[in-house]
């Protein structure tokens, strides 16, 4: 079968969750500092609702899955539904019937997991997936007052964005330089998963990408549910990330 008539699941995955984990938005309003530049300072401002395929929901472990033909999967399985993540976005199926194993079904999509070995169906053809590893979800207990987390490496970063105001926190070039300013929402777009963020002060500019897919750490291979693209100091910094839910 042809790679183009198995891309089924990026085709398919494109209903994603539509509320997210965090509060509503505030305007942040701008002053001048004695140097004349401007300085944002957020009055009264509530962190942003994310969309809801940026986390986890319930489950405890995130499984990337290395499927054939040329096809990698994350899945997050919860009580009575699975969250998958692809390179093109994420999806809820609920639990149906199976013979053996577990079934997930939503319309034309479906997928059958059974120990480590999975199949994806729809109309389009058919995936046999693979589990090759896991990674743990992370929980509001593991990173207080943090609503979403990113990471990457060469050089080592990572952010956090706090869960009650909009504001952000770096570690910059393997924890040279720490960054805490706060952020305003230039795009966010809940059918996409996708979040776009920058400065709210003009002296320390960024901008932070997240979209919801399957991730894999660079040189862990951990599987995550969010691709992050982080621009700042003139650099293009890529790694993964996941929104913590309390």
């Known amino acids: 079968m042809s790679r183009s008539a198995i891309a089924v699941v990026p085709a398919l995955l494109g209903v994603l969750w539509l509320s997210g984990c965090a509060t509503g938005t505030a305007p942040v309003l701008e002053e001048r500092n004695g140097s004349g530049s401007t300085v944002s300072e957020d009055v009264e401002a509530k962190a942003p609702y994310l969309p809801s395929s940026l986390f986890v929901g319930s489950a405890d472990e995130f499984i990337g899955w290395s499927c054939t033909p040329s096809q990698d999967m994350v899945t997050a399985t919860q009580q009575d539904s699975l969250r998958v993540w692809t390179a093109h976005g994420g999806e ?15 319309g034309e999509l479906s997928v059958w997991l059974k120990g480590d070995e ?79 963020l920058a400065s709210g002060r003009s002296d320390a500019p960024f901008q932070l990408r997240i979209e919801a897919g399957a991730c894999f750490d660079d040189m862990s291979g951990t599987p995550w549910p969010a691709k992050v693209t982080l621009n700042v100091n003139g650099q293009q910094l890529r790694g993964c990330g996941q929104g913590i839910a309390p």
């Open 92 to 106: 809820e199926l609920p639990q149906s019937v199976a013979a053996s194993g577990t079934r997930y079904q939503q």
């Open 118 to 196: 999975g199949i994806v169906e729809s109309d389009r053809g058919r995936l046999e997936c693979e589990a090759m590893n896991r990674r743990g979800s992370l929980r509001r207990s593991d990173k207080p007052g943090v609503m979403f987390y990113a990471r990457g490496n060469e050089p080592g970063w990572s952010l956090e964005l706090a869960n009650d105001v909009p504001r952000i926190k770096m570690s910059l070039n393997y924890g040279e330089r720490s960054v805490d300013v706060p952020y305003r929402v230039t795009t966010l777009d809940n059918g996409a998963g996708r979040v776009i």
